[in-house]
């Protein structure tokens, strides 16, 4: 059956943040690509929020240049035609409380339509937003409310967040994004897991002898600086990506794909994550910062530096750009499993794929020869795809000659459709209020708890981070934490 796009009711959805840069480079051309396909009726409205003096001319004159930028192929003046009807401006400071009075005004005549709030902002201000939205008269049913990552800094902070929008919208209406979960190989996880009987004797400690997840970019943080410099690797990957592939790896089969049996079997897992402390943090973790290389064949700078030619990276520079942990799970299915997750920016190449290695045979018929042990790969970006590593025989007499060989299923050869980006599946299944892809309050604050104290052991012992070089896979500790066990990454 060929994929359908189905039309989404008639909404409103305001923006606040709709001229930041994730409205540029994710937001606005995930709508206008959606717009294209036909799935918004002719009087939805796309209102964004922002403190600049810009009115909806101005607006749409902005959106313009930016799809004229940030899309993929060029602007279909047709399509546009349509998406600039819906484009609208508020300028408003959401700390200036007088101003939430014109804002209210600007859904006086919106009729039947229901709303929903994307806070596309930092997250300090998701409270007052909230706020502001309810003193607006706004935040009854059915208007929602989506909440960009990270909700928070901490766990207290990510507490209040969730105190302070929970008084003024139900839980079943805070539409958490990990935009990961909006990715198809990453929902294709749960096809192949859960649509195949193949798989299920083999998931877990009697089969598995380790895994690998690893989100490897090649990208560096260049003018991020400063917001990586109050986050780290840790809180802006781990806490929320790397966590939530760990879930949909390891949890229980749910009863079903309804949203709170998924999510059911999520937390059990954040909860039955070891606690990483003090006296084995070192031996747990790896922290990385990069310094300069080479990356797809040109030389980077390193990280934070002034100067391109600088190699180190700058003095000031703490957070961590990479991150590898082996993490453990315990409960019966992965009791003894090491899942060792690693991230990083400017690596050698952007790759994010699981890595099931199996155990070896118990006992080898075929004297010296040796026998690899099976590998499942899952590849979520680029070459999204699967990969199984088996043992064959090299044709031919003289005995057995055992080599090991891919079995490849590549999803691109397998269905030639574009998949759409995972901001354009997300916004759609909000504005149908289908919040299965969206995080629930106790994930996000389960998985701050396990991250919060891989901080303070890291402050505790001064872990620092090590220098790697941009276009290497990681610092040096990053190999000695699989190499103590016996192991090595992966690097296929
Ligand atoms: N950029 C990215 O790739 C990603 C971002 N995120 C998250 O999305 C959120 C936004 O990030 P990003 O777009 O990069 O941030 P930017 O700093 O680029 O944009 C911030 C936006 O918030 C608006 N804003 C700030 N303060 C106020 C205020 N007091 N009143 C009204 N509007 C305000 C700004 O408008 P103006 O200054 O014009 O008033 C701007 O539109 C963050 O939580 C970030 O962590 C998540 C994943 C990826
Ligand atoms: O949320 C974030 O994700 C991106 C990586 O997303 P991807 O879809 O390109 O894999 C990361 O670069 C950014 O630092 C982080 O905030």
Known sequence: MAAEFVPVDPFDLVIFGGTGDLARRKLLPALYHRDADNQFSEDSRILAVSRQDMDDAGYVAWVREVLEAHLPEALDEDVFARFEKRLCHIQLDVDDADGWQAFAERFADNGERICTFYLATAPFLFGKIAAGIADAGLSDAPNRIVLEKPVGHDTESAREINDAVGSRFDESRIYRIDHYLGKETVQNLIALRFGNSLFEPVWGRQAVDNVQITVAESLGVDERFDFYESTGALRDMVQNHMLQLLCLTAMEPPASM?????????????????????????????????????????????????????????????????????????????????????????????????????????????????????????????????????????????????????????FSQAFEVAYPDAYERLLMEVLRGNPALFMRRDEVEAGWAWVDRILEAWRMEQVEAQEYMAGSWGPTDAFVLLDRDGRRWYEG
Do not use: C
């Open 258 to 410: 309804n949203h709170d049996d998924v999510r059911n079997e999520k937390i059990k897992v954040l909860r039955s994550l070891k606690p990483i402390a003090p006296g084995n943090v070192r031996k747990t973790t790896a922290r990385g910062q990069y310094g300069a290389g080479m990356v797809d064949g040109e030389a980077v700078p390193a990280y934070g530096a002034a100067d391109p030619e600088q190699q180190a990276p700058a003095e000031e520079a703490e957070a961590e750009t990479f991150v590898a942990i082996k993490a453990e799970i315990d409960n019966w299915r992965w009791q003894g499993v090491p899942f060792y997750l690693r991230t990083g920016k400017r690596m050698a190449r952007k790759s994010s794929q699981i890595v099931f290695e199996f155990k070896p045979v118990p006992h080898s018929i075929f004297g010296d020869e040796p026998l690899q042990p099976n590998r499942l790969v899952l590849r979520l970006q680029p070459e999204e795809g699967v990969e199984m590593s088996i043992m064959t025989k090299e044709p031919g007499p003289g005995g057995f000659r055992m080599r090991s060989l891919p079995l490849n299923l590549s």
